[in-house]
């Protein structure tokens, strides 16, 4: 590749490892594994809001990540995601203006179309950024911000589509995995980790048609962590369901080169307290491939939790959520059929 | 000696061939009088053609001498042999005697004004007595062989060399124009005072000749 | 059977290994020209795309208020939703001499363009203090030992130039927070309120609406792309040639294999079968080959567009598969054209033809006689095109109708120049001589037509690109006759600098203009100073007496040529500007250009485009001061070191642009030349072995081959010398059509024709030249011929 103008090179280079989650995720392995410069989770910590809800810059990795499943007036099924990530190019704040880096995706699914976009800002500048009280978290013109985290406008936009909506709740975020302490492999390797799932959606989308007033559920995570994958791990199947008994499932499994996958979720009941369920207890098994610019992707998956008598299958509201950018993921609304039904969401990464 | 036109001693000529080399012509003499004819005649493969063609300056000769006049073809370089093709020697082949890109004319003349002695009178002649006169502007593949074999032998003529070799002159036509080409052939040979070795295997033409020398095996039998 | 048919009819080439070889070298040299110059043009193409996207962000709208863009300004577009992206940039004294910092923004240009994708996965040392400078692998030379951050060389930075993080940037510079530029890079979020809401001091420059060099690109790919067909069209003579005979010498065998129960289908199947896979195996070898002309030539290209661009560009290849497709597609194709007459031929032989061997290459006179009425109804067709005229297509079908038609009257007109001069000869040798080479001339035809064609591309494609240089030039000196050039961000500015160097230069010549109609297409209408420099020096190509005064009186305009000649108006006619009908006063050539343009009296322009900015100005002055000047407007003003320009140094970059032009174009030239002296040399080869029964009885009659090889040499040269007298015409007519013809249809300017005679006799002489090398070897084997051999011609033996 010497002597070749870098400008033509693959795009895949720098700047996919400002994520180091997700260029682990990707198979990016060794960087960064139990840097000792970075915070490593503690399962002692316990949570304290609202300083929580606001930026960890001591971790490596950190998102906001809201998925809302919406419906029009007409009944319309429709899939919203915002999400912000905070990745730390050096384990001292204070080190450099740009030390932060953010990222931040927005889609909007319906049944026939997926629209997808992408936002980078350097932090230290104004242009991105997270404050816990009152909450705000925002890149360019994208935020999530309101009052208190109870109440938030969560608003995003491209040259195609755009979204505007209010999400409200009365209840308390709810920590996963044991008292928000969330192993993520078999090695230990681990996030903190919590939900807000009980959002009530109100607001509008914009669509290349026009405009759609749109009611629904919204589901929040809040992680962080230094380094949460183990390296032979490749992707993961991640399910955030709202049954119809007001139950939620958080449901993953973690894919491993060399072994079975690692599973893990948390059962959380309808008044919000929470059964974290241990590593095996949790499975998903696809049922339909949907092969689409030489990818395969599950898009209809058997789910089961035993303990909980959950036995359901989970299809794709659109089989073609793929998100074509910086790195690429898939994911989409999805339904819920079996012994409960729902809606809810799905993240696929490691199927590129 | 000095008295003949043509005296060859002691011709070898040896060529590579695919099992070793072949001897072709082992110590072959004889001569040849101004005015003088003679078949040179043989099997197959006896080497007469090769014969010819050295004295012709065609070819070298790996030993041995022929004197044309008193000149030693063997002996001389390219350039040498080539003058003596020019202006000594002329040679009437069996077949693609003439030069495709030259008409029946400038054919005839060619050699003469080669070797700077073109008379067109004589030309004129040779025309008429061969019977090309109505054929000049032609071009050679537009005539029959015996055509082209006239005007071979008005082309060697018209030169007034002092030694004509032929080589299978009628060997590619039928015997009736073969027999009519041959008889002018010698008409105008002797006419011209030139000497003529003519090689044949055809008993017809050997008979006609003044003198036979046979070959065999490259030696004079 | 069809196996064992396909065999017979590929021992032929075991057989003939040279005609095997003819027919390999010729499709793979007419494939490695035309793939070469292909890639040139698509990686130029690509180059330059990648160039002007990345770098300066050239070809992008952007921003700007005249003094530095605050910080928090660029924030408040970035958060309304506008994608746009900063520029900091200044000048740094280095050991090295004056340095421009250019400060960019990793993280807001665009997706896919951000120079950073290049960057080691994890490396932060970009953005971490003390940062990194991207420069030129020279400038990393260059800076050994300077105190400035660490310097990392990248290929693709202009030699002068240091690209850096804009915060490190900002600080090299002493100028926190200072943005001079906001580049646009894709299209605002639907949400998103107007600029001009959020920061209305800002000013949007598209640089797409303003001169545009690239037009001059265009023309020399399309020069580029006229000689990769023609050297594709010599190749394919050649392989024409060996076909031909390939197809004549074969016909017993077709005949056998058609008595012996193969089907007329089968056998024309077969034949296809094996062409094809000499296509594909030439193919191959002949796109290796373009891959390496082209990887030799791009460093010139890629110079050459440098210059247009100001930016470096790649200098090296990549091997794309479609390139590798397009390749062997060609040579099928070619393959396909050239073995069409063949094979039709084939098909329609009769089974049991008498079997008389008519030499292919003795054709008739006939036969040229009909090349001569094709060559007739190719001027035609090239003449109506012409009478009709007014199109781009219809100029190349005139090129092609006259280049085609010229190649096939070529045989007749040697044919009968060479009866001619046969009636000077005095000697038999000479008559045989001249008789001789119009028996050989049939053998040699496509050859020579290979030639003529390469001859004729060579004059033309010469002649035109000296032309422009000469005109160009020369307008240049006309048109930048002002020393400097400057254009201010802001009316403010540029008072302000007006009055800075007022007292200090020669005379300031204001430079207005603003978009208009003209004659009721879109276009833009200049105000112009009155002024001797305008008098003395600006390029009218016609006038009207006294056209200046009227023009300065606002009485008159003048146009550019091209509204001139796609209106057809001219001096005395009347163009509409707005709502003026405006007497033309006189046009004037504006090169690079493709838009129509104007200019009118400053006086009046102020009066009907109030409006219009004031902003660009011409500087008179001594030259001693320019150097000095340029950089202390730089140093007190926020100003790109683009905007303010000096005249030597655009002078300098076109005249390098053209140089480079040429050394493409010379190489180019000597190729095409090359590949039709193989095509006499392999004609020489092929038909040596059928001249035996000439040569002969020439031998045989006195002639050493000493001297009939000298013939022959003096033959190939007589041969290459009257082909190129011929395509002395032809190149010029050529020339003529792409100045006049082509060039107004593309870009809306002519250019005079330049005549330039060293250039043909050296010309004329390579011609010769290349002949004699082809035919020495030919001439060699003659020379040592067995005569042995000869003799063959006259026994039983043959």
Redesign the interface.
């Known amino acids: 590749m010497r ?15 400002l994520l180091p989650a997700m ?1 682990q995720a990707q198979g ?1 392995a060794g ?2 594994h139990s840097n000792a410069s970075y915070a490593e989770p503690d399962p002692e910590a316990r949570f304290r809001f609202p300083e929580d809800h606001g930026p960890h810059p001591a971790f490596r990795i950190e998102w906001w990540y809201v998925t809302a499943n919406l419906t029009g007036p007409d009944g319309a099924p429709y899939g919203v995601q915002w999400t912000l990530f905070r990745s730390a ?2 384990p001292n704040p204070a ?5 932060q ?1 953010w990222l931040a995706h927005a889609a909007l699914t319906t049944p026939t179309a997926h629209f997808a976009s ?1 936002r ?3 932090g230290g ?3 991105a950024g997270v404050t816990a009280d009152p909450f705000a978290a ?1 890149l ?2 994208w935020s999530l911000a309101g009052p208190s985290f109870d109440d938030l406008r969560m ?1 995003a ?6 979204y ?1 909506l209010r999400l409200r709740t009365g209840a308390r975020p709810v920590p996963q995995g044991i008292e928000g302490y969330s192993v993520k492999s078999f090695e230990g390797t681990a996030s903190h980790y919590y939900s807000q799932p009980f959002y009530e959606v109100e607001g509008a989308l ?1 669509l290349p048609d026009g405009p759609v007033s749109v009611t629904g559920k919204a589901w929040l995570d809040r992680e962080w962590s230094s380094s949460p994958l183990s390296k032979d791990q490749e992707g993961w199947d991640w399910f955030s369901l709202h049954l119809g008994d007001g139950a939620k499932l958080m449901g993953f499994q973690l894919r491993d080169r060399t072994r079975d996958a690692f599973t893990a979720a948390t059962w959380i009941g309808p008044d919000g307290t929470t059964t974290p369920l241990p590593p095996g207890a949790f499975t998903a098994e696809p049922l339909e491939i949907h092969r689409s610019n030489g990818r395969e992707i599950p898009v209809r998956w058997r789910v089961t939790l035993p303990q909980k008598g959950v036995d359901v299958t989970v299809t794709a509201l659109n089989p073609n959520c793929w998100m074509p950018l ?1 790195f690429p993921y898939w994911e989409g609304p999805v339904t819920v059929a079996g012994t409960h039904d729902g809606v809810g969401y799905l993240e696929m990464t490691g199927y590129e | 000696m000095t008295k003949d036109l043509l005296t060859v001693e002691h011709i070898e000529k040896t060529f590579a061939g695919a099992e070793g080399p072949v001897q072709i012509l082992n110590g072959v003499s004889f001569s040849l009088g101004h005015g003088e004819t003679l078949a040179l005649t043989g099997e197959s493969g006896s080497g007469k053609s090769t014969l010819l063609h050295i004295i012709g300056g065609l070819e070298t000769a790996d030993a041995g001498s022929a004197r044309i006049d008193g000149a030693d073809i063997v002996s001389v370089d390219d350039a040498g042999r080539a003058a003596l093709r020019r202006g000594t020697i002329s040679v009437v082949f069996q077949q693609f005697n003439l030069i495709p890109s030259l008409d029946v004319a400038a054919n005839i003349s060619f050699q003469a004004r080669l070797a700077g002695r073109s008379d067109p009178g004589w030309n004129a002649t040779l025309s008429e007595r061969l019977g090309l006169s109505d054929h000049l502007r032609k071009y050679p593949e537009q005539l029959s062989g015996g055509q082209q074999q006239r005007v071979a032998i008005g082309r060697t003529l018209a030169a007034r060399p002092k030694l004509v070799l032929a080589d299978e002159p009628t060997g590619n036509l039928d015997p009736e124009t073969g027999d009519e080409v041959l008889t002018l052939m010698l008409e105008l040979v002797t006419e011209t005072g030139a000497g003529l070795l003519c090689v044949t295997h055809s008993e017809r033409v050997a008979r006609r000749l003044d003198r036979r020398l046979t070959l065999s095996r490259g030696q004079v039998a | 059977m069809i196996r064992a048919g396909l065999s017979a009819l590929l021992s032929h080439w075991r057989r003939h290994p040279i005609q095997l070889l003819t027919l390999i070298i010729g499709l793979a040299t007419a494939t490695a020209l035309w793939s070469g110059v292909q890639a040139i043009n698509a990686e130029a193409r ?2 330059y795309a ?2 002007s996207a ?1 770098l300066g962000d050239n070809a992008r709208p952007y921003l700007t208020s005249g003094g530095p863009i605050p ?2 300004t660029y ?1 408040a577009l ?4 506008h994608q746009v992206t900063p520029l900091t940039e200044g000048t740094l004294d280095t050991e090295a001499g004056p340095l421009r910092i250019l400060g960019l ?4 240009q665009a ?14 040392s ?4 003390p940062g990194q400078l991207l420069v030129a692998p020279q400038t990393v030379r260059a800076l050994e030992g300077s105190a400035l951050p660490p310097r990392m060389a ?3 930075v202009a030699p002068d130039q240091a690209v850096a ?1 804009i ?1 490190i940037a900002q600080g090299l510079l002493n100028r926190p927070g200072e943005i001079d530029r906001l580049i646009i890079t ?7 309120p107007p600029i001009s809401d959020i920061a209305p001091g800002l000013r949007l420059t598209d640089p797409s609406d303003e001169v545009d060099t690239a037009r001059l690109t265009d023309s020399f790919h399309l020069n580029l792309t006229a000689f990769g067909l023609l050297s594709f069209a010599v190749g394919l003579f050649i392989v024409r040639g060996a076909i031909g005979l390939a197809f004549e010498q074969r016909r017993p065998v077709f005949r056998t294999l058609r008595a012996l129960g193969l089907s007329r289908s089968v056998l024309i199947g077969l034949l296809s079968v094996e062409l094809l896979i000499l296509a594909l195996l030439a193919g191959a070898i002949g796109v290796a080959l373009g891959w390496l002309i082209a990887a030799l030539l791009l460093p010139d290209v890629a110079a050459t567009l440098r210059g247009l661009y100001g930016a470096e ?2 200098g ?1 290849l ?1 091997l794309k598969p479609v390139w590798w497709v397009s390749g062997l597609g060609i040579a099928v194709l070619g393959t396909g054209i050239a073995a069409l007459a063949s094979l039709w031929q084939t098909a329609r032989m009769p089974l049991l033809a008498p079997a008389r061997p008519r030499a292919w290459a003795l054709a008739s006179e006939r036969a040229m006689l009909g090349q001569a009425l094709a060559a007739l109804a190719c001027g035609a067709v090239a003449l109506v095109a012409w009478a009709l005229g007014g199109s781009l297509l219809a100029g190349f079908v005139m090129l092609g109708g006259m280049l085609l038609g010229a190649a096939l009257a070529l045989p007749l007109i040697l044919h009968r120049v060479l009866g001619l001069l046969s009636h000077t000869s005095r000697g038999p040798r000479s008559e045989w001589f001249w008789g001789d080479a119009r028996q050989q001339l049939p053998g040699l035809t496509l050859a020579l037509m290979a030639l003529l064609l390469a001859l004729s591309a060579n004059i033309g494609v010469g002649t035109m690109v000296s032309s422009f240089r000469l005109t160009f030039i020369g307008w240049l000196d006309q048109r930048l006759a002002a020393e400097l050039y400057i254009r201010a961000e802001t009316d403010t500015q540029a008072r302000e600098i007006e009055a800075m160097i007022s007292d200090r230069v020669d005379a300031i010549l204001p430079i207005r203009s603003a978009p208009t109609t003209l004659g009721g297409q879109p276009g833009e209408v200049y105000g112009v100073a009155d002024h001797a420099t305008y008098r003395d020096h600006w390029p009218l190509i016609a006038r009207s007496p006294g056209v200046w005064d009227t023009v300065a009186a606002g009485a008159a305009v003048l146009i550019n040529e091209q509204l001139a000649r796609r209106a057809d108006l001219w001096p005395g006619d009347q163009v509409k500007i707005g709502d003026w009908d405006a007497p033309i006063g006189g046009v004037y050539s504006d090169y690079g250009n493709p838009q129509p343009q104007a200019m009118i009296g400053l006086n009046r322009f102020a009066q009907m485009f109030p409006e219009a900015p004031d902003l660009r100005f011409g500087v008179r002055m001594p030259p001693e001061g320019i150097a000095a000047l340029r950089r202390e407007i730089l140093d007190r003003f926020v100003l790109p070191a683009d905007q303010i320009s000096d005249q030597r140094a655009i002078k300098d970059l076109s005249l390098g642009i053209f140089e480079r032009t040429f050394t493409v174009t010379a190489a180019l030239n000597v190729l095409t030349l090359g590949v039709a002296g193989l095509a006499i040399l392999t004609s020489l080869l092929t038909i040596s072995t059928m001249r035996q029964p000439q040569i002969a009885p020439v031998w045989a009659l006195g002639m050493t081959r000493r001297q009939l090889a000298a013939l022959d040499l003096a033959r190939a040269a007589l041969l290459a010398l009257l082909t190129f007298g011929l395509a002395l015409p032809v190149g010029l007519a050529l020339s003529w059509v792409l100045l006049a013809v082509i060039n107004v249809e593309a870009f809306g300017w002519r250019l005079p024709l330049h005549l330039f005679p060293r250039d043909w006799l050296a010309l004329g002489a390579l011609a010769v030249v290349a002949a004699l090398i082809a035919a020495l070897l030919p001439a060699l084997r003659l020379s040592r011929i067995p005569p042995s051999e000869l003799l063959k011609v006259f026994a039983n033996e043959r």
């Open positions: 002597g070749k103008s870098p400008f033509r090179l693959a795009r895949r280079g720098f700047l996919a490892s260029a990016f960087l960064g190019l050096d080190a450099f203006a740009a030390s880096a992408e980078r800002g350097r500048t104004g242009q925002w360019d013109d608003r936009a491209s040259d195609v589509f755009a505007d914009t910086s | 690509a180059s990648a160039a990345t910080h928090a924030i970035r958060r309304a939703g923004d990793p993280f807001t997706p896919g363009e951000t120079f950073l994708d290049g960057l080691e996965p994890g490396d932060t970009f953005l971490a203090p990248v290929e693709g993080d915060a894709g299209p605002a979020s639907l949400t998103a560009v790649g090296s990549t």
